[in-house]
């Protein structure tokens, strides 16, 4: 371990590689090169270490640190801090009636629920109280407010962000103006920050915003227009991405989220809104010379599946129906999730934790293939995770949270979809709704760091079928959003692997392959430099299941399999030696020698 500038570097305790593993020395944020991890001591903590929040804060205290995981600004004033009793809060919690809570709660439009969540009492005034919370647990503000006057603060309080817990423990937040605000998203589901007000972001907070996913939802009025504006100055170079989500203007002058859910807006609406926000460029700076470019510490290129899958990348396979592309994607999944380290003496492999789709084969079907693949080798599969189903549009909202659920719950690293087609219910002539659904897988990956590995079947012949199985019009732009695409072409017996696309390194060469009817996995065959040769020949044959098989039949069935041409294969029938051609009859029949016991003739 050793210490780079304001950052400690050093192996990963996730992934074990060495030197790839960065934690600033200011904030507590780390981040891995290589595997991808980030967060912070709460985040580890939580995610890795799958410690609750009473333990995390024991934690954290056995190692000196305080509850919040960070380090603070030393931009920060040493004049200390009006800090507020907890017993004075108590109190104040204690003065109200239920009756008085209910009349609040309406005046609100928040739940009772959520204002008991955060300590709402009445205090000698007779004003509603609502305690404000720093990263340490201690009170920085009473917030006080009569029913129809502003909110405003105590006397010698400092103001502070309102719900730095969900700001502390999630990497998605979303920012409000104010308490209220805050709370009404979090009824929805959402985790959320209240600022004291919109142009209100000090500088020592703005480390907590590192490599968030930052989402503003201020006020529809000039100062949350300006309070947006001078946000996103202070963010944009330390947050991971952030988005602007408009609120409607029909909701009138000065109204915020809570007018847009009490004026009957659904969450299914709030999350459209999300889709169409308006996306701020992060962490800009100027171009650097090449010199100072190669002095960067930039992670290689790293595969699950070499030549096919990057990691954090999308690959595709396509074909005509019943080639065998689901079986090739199976074996691929079985492959990863086992911790197989070689497939086809092809493709190296990298465990991971996979999510296969099943979206028309059904749950019988699936069963009794993935029960032949593991037999002969009895495969560990704890880490592969499969789901039928029936229907599917990843451009419907509830469908996309379930499936963002599963891939969160189950830890899911790569996602295999099969097939494309039925993922969706748009339509393939309009580039813009292919376009939504790349958009969309895009924003898969680069928000669970996920790989994911799409099926495509080739529904009509066009001159660039071999590209990618066209559909419709819009079908190209799969070939330009993908990093890597094989196709697979021929028949059981003998299927050609072609690499029709590879963004990162140069094409492999077609090679042949062919399924083992008995445990439904790939065999290699043969490279295509070398494909027509004996070998190939004798596998050819024994497609057939025959003692003898016409001439003829093996030229059609070389053809149809994109074997080789007529000449190339009648000059290898010239050069044979494990066969012999019976020209008594008027059609021509290869036979073994070895079943005629004539190897020596």
């Not at 719900?163 to 409000?176: C, H, P, W, Y």
């Not at 379930?402 to 099969?418: N, Q």
């Not at 790989?451 to 001159?463: A, Q």
């Not at 330009?480 to 696309?501: F, R």
């Amino acid at each position: 371990m050793e210490i780079v500038g304001n950052q400690i570097k050093g192996d990963c305790p996730i992934c074990d590689k060495e030197r790839h593993f960065y934690a600033s020395i200011d904030t507590g944020q780390f981040d891995c090169k290589s595997c991808g991890i980030q967060g912070n001591a709460i985040t580890y903590l939580r995610d890795y270490e799958h410690k609750n929040n009473n333990q995390i804060t024991e934690c954290l205290k056995s190692c000196g640190i305080n509850g919040n995981g960070y380090v603070l600004s030393t931009s920060r004033s040493n004049i200390p801090c009006k800090y507020f009793d907890e017993g004075l809060v108590e109190r104040y919690v204690n003065n109200i009636s239920n009756d008085k809570l209910k009349e609040f709660a309406q005046e609100r439009g928040l739940p009772v629920e959520v204002l008991k969540k955060y300590k709402i009492g009445i205090n000698e005034r007779g004003e509603f109280s609502l305690p404000v919370y720093d990263i340490e647990g201690k009170i920085r503000d009473i917030r006080r407010k009569r029913i129809g006057s502003d909110t405003i603060s105590s006397a010698g309080a400092e103001v502070f962000l309102f719900g730095i817990e969900d700001l502390l423990l999630n990497n998605r937040i979303f920012v409000t103006e104010g308490e209220w605000s805050k709370m009404a998203l979090e009824v929805q589901g959402y985790p959320s920050i209240g600022v004291p007000g919109a142009s209100i972001l000090k500088d020592e907070w703005v480390t907590y915003f590192m490599n968030k996913e930052v989402n503003i939802v201020y006020d529809l009025d000039s100062g949350g227009e300006n309070g947006t504006k001078r946000l996103i100055k202070k963010l944009k170079s330390i947050a991971k991405e952030i988005k602007v989500i408009h609120l409607p203007k029909e909701l009138g002058e000065g109204k915020d989220i809570r007018d847009f859910f009490n004026n009957g807006g659904s969450k299914e609406q709030f999350e459209e809104l999300i889709r169409q926000a308006e996306i701020v460029k992060c962490g800009e700076s100027i171009p650097l010379s090449l010199s100072e470019f190669m002095k960067q510490d930039i992670p290689p290129l790293e595969f699950y599946i070499s030549d096919l899958l990057p990691k954090k990348g999308k690959g595709m396979v396509s074909a005509q129906a019943n080639i065998g592309k689901s079986i090739l994607s199976q074996n691929l999944a079985l492959a990863m999730a086992s911790g197989k380290e070689n497939f086809l003496g092809k493709f190296s492999i990298s465990p991971a934790r996979v999510l296969y789709l099943d979206l028309e084969m059904g749950e019988s079907a699936l069963k009794e293939r993935f029960q032949k693949m593991r037999a002969q080798e009895n495969l560990t599969v704890d880490n592969l995770f499969v789901k039928y189903l029936p229907s599917l549009n990843l451009l419907k909202v509830q469908d996309n949270q379930l499936l963002e659920r599963w891939i969160t719950d189950l830890k899911i690293e790569v996602l295999i979809i099969d097939p494309l087609g039925n993922a969706w219910l748009g339509n393939e002539n309009e580039q813009e709704q292919v376009s939504r659904l790349t958009a969309y897988l895009n924003n898969l990956i680069d928000k669970y760091k996920i790989s994911i590995l799409i099926n495509h079947h080739w529904r009509k012949s066009t001159k660039a079928f071999r590209t990618g199985g066209q559909m419709a019009a819009g079908s190209y732009r799969w070939e330009a959003w993908l990093d890597c695409h094989i196709t697979l072409e021929g028949t059981s017996a003998g299927i050609t692997v072609s690499n029709q696309k590879n963004r990162n390194r140069s094409r492999f060469r077609p090679f042949i392959t062919k399924i083992n009817e008995q445990n439904l996995w790939f065999e290699f065959l043969a490279d295509y430099e070398n494909k027509f040769d004996e070998n190939t020949l004798l596998t050819l044959f024994d497609s057939f299941g025959l003692e003898k098989v016409a001439i003829p039949k093996l030229i059609k069935q070389a053809k149809e399999q994109r074997i080789c041409s007529e000449t190339t294969l009648r000059k290898l029938l010239k050069d044979m030696t494990l066969f012999r051609i019976d020209k008594e009859g008027k059609t021509h029949y290869l036979i073994k020698k070895d079943l005629l016991n004539d190897i020596s003739s």
